[in-house]
């Protein structure tokens, strides 16, 4: 189910200017931070992450 949410997010943005939400960035981090999630699943998480706000990261 959170491989749908992350291939969702990271549909959502390929061609445009939206950035990944906080909550989606939070759900992306556990992932990639879990041993229990496949190596696809942290590609996703990876690339939803990749896609987040700079400046919030930067805090």
Do not use: F, P, W, Y
């Amino acid at each position: 189910m959170i491989a749908k949410s992350l291939a969702a997010s990271a549909l959502s943005q390929s061609h445009t200017k939206n950035q990944t939400g906080a909550k989606m960035e939070h759900k992306a981090g556990q992932v990639l931070h879990c041993d229990k999630h496949s190596k696809d699943t942290k590609t996703l998480a990876g690339s939803v992450v990749a896609q987040a706000n700079k400046e919030r990261r930067a805090k």
